[in-house]
Nanobody
Framework: VELVESGGGSVEAGGSLRLSCAAE????????MGWIRQAPGKEREGVAT???????LYQNPAKGRFTISLDNAKKTMYLHMNTLKPEDTALYYCAAVQRWHGPFCGSAYEYWGQGTQVTVSS
């Protein structure tokens, strides 16, 4: 399985970005995927997860502002980020696990991408 993120960049506070994660070799019918971020000097933190059944789970930083989604036909996962804040600045990773049911996979990832940088200026 290969995960490749894209869509990061620099935006002003209040702006929006859409991150993409293209997954080659991943079976979208049986698994769970998610977004994780790491800010400079801080530990990694989960952002959101989505199961193959479409159920989603959001961590506090993402609730109400971010939306995670899957496009099985395009073999791509997305993270739509709105109302971005400077504290959202981080390296955003996508990750995945196969043979998993539901969205509660935040501690079970088998595969990771290299990350895409998001920088939000005030």
């Amino acid at each position: 399985v290969e995960l490749v993120e894209s869509g990061g960049g620099s935006v002003e506070a209040g702006g929006s970005l859409r991150l993409s994660c293209a997954a080659e070799g991943y079976d979208y019918s049986r698994g769970c995927m998610g977004w994780i971020r790491q800010a400079p000097g801080k530990e990694r933190e989960g952002v959101a997860t989505i199961g193959s059944d479409g159920r989603t789970l959001y961590q506090n930083p993402a609730k109400g502002r971010f939306t995670i989604s899957l496009d099985n036909a395009k073999k791509t996962m997305y993270l739509h980020m709105n109302t971005l804040k400077p504290e959202d600045t981080a390296l955003y990773y996508c990750a995945a696990v196969q043979r998993w049911h539901g969205p509660f996979c935040g501690s079970a990832y088998e595969y990771w991408g290299q990350g895409t940088q998001v920088t939000v200026s005030s």
